[in-house]
């Protein structure tokens, strides 16, 4: 029987659903995607790893639903059941919807687009390329998966108190990255392509480093609201540059403890600065970011930090391809609280690399090592072995 399903996997290609007659002038289709990923690391496993285990499983079924209103109109929901968001986060397993929007384009041309509900940011190049199909690793760059000591829950009670945290093993209960993944938060958008360049601005509930319980409207609501944006140049073919920017209040207790008296969450932001590249050529992709984020952290001051990385990927053949990943972020000083300055975060660099083989349209095997290192006596994990075995249906 296993030796059945096998040869079914390996034969089977990619297809959807078609729900409604071809014929109607509503178009609907059901697809999906089976994610079998496992982890090994040395310690506590890196990043957005929840599980307390150095060796964990991590199944994961997406179902995506794509109906077509005409020419005009287009709603896109997708919806997973794993065990969290992150893998490891739910450790019990639980299913959810984590993204659903209604787009209208008005025009013939996508010139202009406008899209409302639960969606992945506009900001940076790596998010358009963060499905499991797409992304040819199965982890994030640095940026979007790195925990800092930063918090959204509580306000540090001073400069000791939030500079103590560095010495620590990852709190990712309380603490952000600079990026959440996607970052799937709720609000709407405005996108479109002239000519050589596109354009997309998004107004969102929570900000790019909040946690994805605070993306649903019900759980943070509007009352401080992110703005995001992008624009990208395409010069020819093979290139596509782009700048983003971002700012928002990233606290989400509502009222947040520990805040100054007469102060309120959204006297907090963060804001970020990106700049991406890519370029296409033959068996040839690279890509690479550059984000700049500052934490206003009360009680202590503004958090500063620089990331950014390098990636690479060749095809050998249709099936085989490899690719590597350079990244690297650096933090600047706060206040200690002593009259002097100190670095609030410690300086870290990764090198990711994989391979990668597409037996055919609907499935896909992935093999990732990671070698981290952190200037920290923290007990982080600093090797990363991963593998993921994708069946798209």
Known sequence: MKHCLALLLLAAPAWAVELLPRDWPVQA?????????????????????????E???????????????GSHWYAFAQARFDRGFDPGLNAGGKGRIDEYFLRWTPLDAPVINLQAGKFATVFGNWVQRHLAWDNPFITAPLAYENVLIMT???APAGAGGFLGRRNRTDTKGSWLPVIWGPSYATGASVFGRIERFDYAFEIKNASLSSRPTAWRADEVGFNAPTYSGRLGFRPDAAWNLGISGSTGAYMIGEPTPGLPAGSERDDYQQSTLGFDVSYAHGHLQLWSEV??????????GNADSLSYFIEAKYKFTESLFAALRWNQQFFDTVP?????????????MRIDTAVGYRFNRSLQLKLQYSYGHENSPAENAEHLLATQLTWRF
């Open 291 to 300: 984000i700049l984020s500052r934490f206003e952290v009360p009680n202590v």
């Open 336 to 348: 200690n609280g002593a009259g002097g300055n100190a670095t609030w975060e410690s300086r870290i």
């Open 152 to 154: 959204d829950r509580t």
């Open 29 to 53: 289709s059901l697809s999906g995607r089976i994610d079998m990923e496992s982890y090994l690391s040395d310690g506590a496993p890196p990043a957005l790893l929840f599980s307390d285990d």
């Open 55 to 69: 060796l964990f499983f991590n199944p994961r079924v997406s179902l995506f639903a794509d109906v077509h209103f």
